[in-house]
């Protein structure tokens, strides 16, 4: 069955960029939409982006300026961006397969602090 | 955007009890919708897509119901598993949006 494996930075100063990889194994990577969500400490959900099958990216409002999307076909890879990172992007970042995601990543806390 | 309106925040229930949990969307996405249950340090899981249709693997005690504008999750007879946080997801628009969550406490 299919199963994401991300990793990146855990800790990062103010202004640094976030970056972030997912690895899909045990599943096709073609045909599929592949998001980012995060949840800050003791916090809700909250959609990041997504990229579909043909490379397309949509993001969160809020996020959109600093946020980029991409995939690595030729490794079954997804990797998050975002720059210019503030306190406020302290959270758990969730990799996961879909728009309404069934399947998801372990999860990697990501602490922006001076 | 689209906002999604969850209700209630938190809610306390007994083991056995039948709860009911409610996602309004500010604006109709068909039946865009799904639930998705969070325990303390994991990730969270679906059990419910497309507004209605019972994730694989999810006990039959969780139904989920509604389209347009008004969704609901409902437990017919909680377990002591269940008590966790639930959150809805609307995926019909960019950018796709979340509730603000339910946490499911024992009374």
Redesign the interface.
């Known amino acids: 069955q299919v199963q994401l494996q991300q990793w990146g930075a855990g800790l990062l100063k103010p202004s640094e960029t976030l970056s972030l990889t997912c690895a899909v194994y045990g599943g096709s990577f073609s045909g599929y939409y592949w ?1 980012w969500i995060r949840q800050p400490p003791g916090k ?4 990041i ?2 990229i579909n099958p043909s490379g397309s990216t ?4 809020s996020l959109k300026s600093r946020v980029t999307i991409s995939v690595d076909r030729s490794k079954n890879q997804f990797s998050l961006k975002l720059s210019s990172v503030i306190a406020a992007d302290t959270a758990v970042y ?1 990799c996961a397969r879909g ?4 399947v ?4 990697t806390t990501v602490t922006v602090s001076s | 955007d689209i906002q999604m309106t969850q209700s209630p925040s938190s809610l306390s229930a007994s083991v056995g009890d039948r709860v009911t949990i409610t996602c309004r969307a500010s604006q109709g996405i068909r039946n865009d919708l799904g639930w998705y249950q969070q325990k303390p340090g994991k990730a969270p899981k679906r059990l419910i897509y497309a507004a209605s249709s019972l994730q694989s693997g999810v006990p039959s005690r969780f139904s989920g119901s509604g389209s347009g504008t008004e969704f609901t999750l409902t437990i017919s007879s909680l377990q002591p598993e269940d008590f966790a946080t639930y959150y809805c997801l609307q995926y019909n628009s960019y950018p796709r949006t979340f509730g603000q969550g339910t946490k499911l406490e024992i009374k």
């Open positions: 998001s809700g959900l909250e959609w982006g997504e949509d993001y969160n409002t969730y728009s309404g995601p069934a998801w990543g372990q999860g």
